[in-house]
């Protein structure tokens, strides 16, 4: 089966603490939000598109039903359960006919708390075979150098930043937990971080996006930062586990999670890696960085990674440096899968602006080359709607699109 996303929205602290509680070994189902009422419900609905709606029919400024009704009208995909204390016969005709797909009643057991959850997805499953194909969770990118100085973090914000800029919904994620960059990169003023989260939870397992999006910081273009500790000594409130929850929480929410490392690998990174579908392995065309990258990459057949995870880019590239790409791809024993070339300027200009330049200078070619590794990753921006006439959008149709 799927995975099962789920929105809470109940008035009461406890009843969301005790599905919380009921679901956390269920792996198939997760938590991806909570609402207190009914416009909350809705909006988060809207926002992030769960699978199911678990309803209290009694919520403020506008009832259970009422905000089904709204979401079976605005979001038919969406299925609700509706929850009452009262389980009389006419409550539960009120529920059906707003739209809800079943009916709880408090106090309720795991089992059947599980069941109808599982089995109105299923039921949804079967009415919309369309529908699975689509049903996906965000794609984990790592991007990992063993050596400092190559230009990772700027890479990673940047092409961080192009993603949201083509409106995918993206979390980047600054695991370098003691000296992470990203947010001085991105001008992001550190009020919330990585640290505060896990500090804010009882145990790891209480992770969910709902706590999540409380620690979150948004740039002008969308993109959402959990940015790393303030300090370096608040680093070691991140516990690997922490690092697991955060990620399977999100990754429901998102298209892509991108996240920066330190220059080590350690059980924290260890972590990442076991979650990551594609790890980004940075390097530049100087000798120490060569040897590092031939060094990690030894280490992950070591430990038994997929390989075919491990995708090469060579950044700040440079001619005539007694080592070419070709020397790099012999050398390590795998294609090159990107080459950034050096633009010190542009970088360190932007870089002291904190202002990410693929959406600054796109037409430098520093940051071209950053969008079309993007663009390679997660396929090319929309173009916009030319403005046909309805005489020439109807020969498109008929005879393809022509030249």
């Known amino acids: 089966m799927q995975l099962i996303k789920l929105l809470i929205a109940d008035d009461m602290d406890e009843l969301r603490s005790n599905v919380r509680r009921m679901l956390r070994n269920e792996e198939s189902i997760q938590i991806i939000g909570e609402a207190v009422t009914g416009e909350e419900t809705i909006a988060k609905a809207k926002e992030f598109q769960p699978h199911i709606v678990l309803m209290d029919i009694n919520m403020p400024d506008l009832d259970g039903l009422k905000a089904t009704e709204v979401l079976a009208k605005d979001c038919p995909h969406i299925q609700t359960i509706m929850m009452s204390i009262q389980g009389e016969q006419e409550y539960f005709r009120r529920a059906m006919k707003a739209g809800a797909k079943d009916f709880l009643v408090k106090p309720f057991s795991s089992s059947d708390l599980v069941d109808t959850i599982k089995n109105v997805y299923s039921q949804w499953l079967k009415d919309r075979p369309d529908i699975p194909a689509n049903l996906t969770t965000a794609n984990v990118l790592t991007f990992f150098s063993a050596k400092g100085g190559v230009g990772k973090t700027m890479l990673t914000s940047n092409i961080a930043s ?42 790891p397992e209480d992770i969910t996006y709902n706590a999540i999006e409380r620690y979150i910081m948004t740039t002008p273009v969308g993109l959402d930062v959990l940015i790393a500790p303030r300090e370096p000594a608040m680093a070691d409130a991140v516990k690997p586990e922490h690092i697991k929850y955060i990620i399977e929480a999100a990754k429901p929410v998102y298209q892509y999670i991108v ?88 970088a360190q200009t932007y870089l002291n602006k904190g202002e990410p330049f693929v959406l600054k200078e796109p037409g430098t070619h520093l940051a071209r080359a950053i969008i079309d590794t993007a663009e390679r990753i997660i396929g090319p921006k929309p173009k916009p709607e030319t403005g046909k006439s309805a005489i020439l959008k109807i020969k498109d149709i008929l005879f393809g699109t022509s030249n």
């Open 259 to 346: 996240i920066d490392t330190p220059a080590f690998i350690s059980e924290k990174e260890l972590s990442i890696f076991d979650v990551t579908d594609v790890l980004f392995l940075v390097l530049t065309l100087d000798i120490t960085s060569v040897k590092s990258a031939k060094l990690t990459l030894k280490t992950l057949k070591d430990i038994s990674f997929d390989m075919n995870k491990v995708k090469v880019i060579l950044n700040k590239e440079v001619p005539s440096v007694g080592i070419s790409k070709g020397d790099l791809e012999s050398g390590l024993g795998t294609p090159v899968y990107s080459v950034i070339p050096m633009d010190s300027e542009t």
């Open 162 to 203: 192009a993603f949201a800029d083509r409106n995918k919904r993206t979390l980047l994620i600054d695991a370098s937990l003691q000296f992470g960059d990203i947010a001085i990169t991105l001008n992001i003023p550190s009020k919330r971080t990585i640290a505060d989260l896990v500090n804010s939870v009882a145990i």
